[in-house]
């Protein structure tokens, strides 16, 4: 998306205004309706959307990341979409600087930017910053994994171990690319991995932000749902996306953006490792894995403004939270 595309998107700009705009932010778990929410704000209020969704940065990752279908994208943008190919890894930080520049653009604009995903991580890092950590250093990583191809995955992890015990409470046994990086930063700074933010993130500044989730009320209903949207994925072609990047990206199976979720399975399933049904099974129960992380995170994250997405008026409850919250486009409130 270009700077003049995200400053146009639909909507009706605002007077100019000396009060600050607000950045709404807009999560929820996996399958709870977010994005539809999102994109039906945007129709009644001057919003630019932010994807924060770790899978969709990336080209070619449309179906088993749930992104948006480019006539809905050209209807309705989304910064932060297709913006890297698989090969090339995406940060947090990365996501914090991009983020950051858009939402000024947008406020320039006299625009509200409006974030929505399910990254949580991404939103956590965006809001209360990062921990000040060394830059990657490329000679460093490809040395790691050279140690790694030699003594095994299970070999690097009990490294991390014995480095940083703390982070590797943190880090799964399998997750190769956090236990790269936490050697590295151990190797580089001499030091474990720090946890707590060293910068300031969006709260630690004078913009005022919104932070709105989504949850479901019967847990029977969000099963349900996230079995309805694999099996949806499934036969929208989710196994042919994968085995074309699997053609064009040979060995991108131990890549970041594979990590999002039911890639893995996929992969496997076209690796025959698993038959088509344990395929099924293990995506759905994937999703609902990271559903329960979300609501975990959620739950131990202050500030959010809960909203049940089975609930009666959702749409309207919304519009009347953020025009009561006192931000303003025109000197008292958000007008819708």
């Avoid at 998107?9 to 205004?17: D, E, H, K, N, V």
């Avoid at 899978?55 to 179906?63: F, K, W």
């Avoid at 604009?109 to 991404?122: A, D, H, K, M, S």
Wanted: aromatic letters at 6%; one cysteine or more; hydrophobic letters at 40%.
């Amino acid at each position: 998306m270009t700077d003049q595309q995200f400053c146009n998107s639909p909507g009706t700009s605002a007077p100019g205004t000396t009060s600050k705009l607000p950045v709404i932010c807009l999560t929820g778990a996996t399958a709870s309706g977010k994005t539809d929410l999102a994109m039906k704000l945007a129709t009644y209020l001057p919003i630019d959307l932010i994807s924060v969704d770790s899978g969709q940065v990336y080209r070619g990752m449309d179906i088993g990341t749930a992104k948006p279908e480019a006539a809905v994208l050209k209807r309705t943008p989304h910064g932060l979409i297709d913006i890297r190919d698989i090969d090339t890894p995406y940060s947090a930080a990365d996501f914090c600087r991009d983020a950051e520049s858009l939402i000024q653009k947008s406020i320039k604009c006299q625009r509200i930017p409006l974030l929505v995903g399910g990254t949580l991580f991404y939103f956590s890092a965006l809001l209360n910053g990062l921990p000040d950590l060394p830059p990657a250093d490329a000679s460093l990583r490809t040395a790691l994994e050279e140690e790694a191809e030699r003594t095994g995955w299970a070999a690097m992890y009990d490294k991390l171990l014995k480095l940083d015990p703390s982070a590797s409470k943190r880090i799964s046994p399998g997750d190769r690319q956090r236990i790269l990086r936490a050697l590295e930063i151990n190797l580089l700074s001499g030091e474990p991995v720090k946890r707590k933010p060293t910068g300031t993130g969006l709260l630690g500044s004078d913009t005022p932000v919104l932070k709105l989730c989504l949850f479901l009320s019967d847990r029977a209903v969000l099963h349900r749902k996230i079995a309805e949207r694999v099996d949806h994925m499934l036969e929208l072609g989710f196994v042919n996306e994968v085995a074309r990047l699997r053609e064009q990206f040979p060995g991108a199976r131990n890549l970041p953006a594979m990590r999002s979720i039911g890639y893995q399975q996929v992969w496997s399933y076209l690796e025959q490792e698993i038959d088509h049904a344990a395929l099924v099974e293990d995506v759905r129960t994937a999703t609902r894995r990271l559903a329960k992380r979300q609501l975990t995170w959620m739950r131990n994250e202050p500030g959010w403004t809960w909203f049940d997405a089975l609930g009666p008026g959702l749409f309207e409850g919304v519009r009347k939270y953020l025009a009561g919250t006192g931000s303003s486009l025109t000197g008292d409130r958000v007008e819708i």
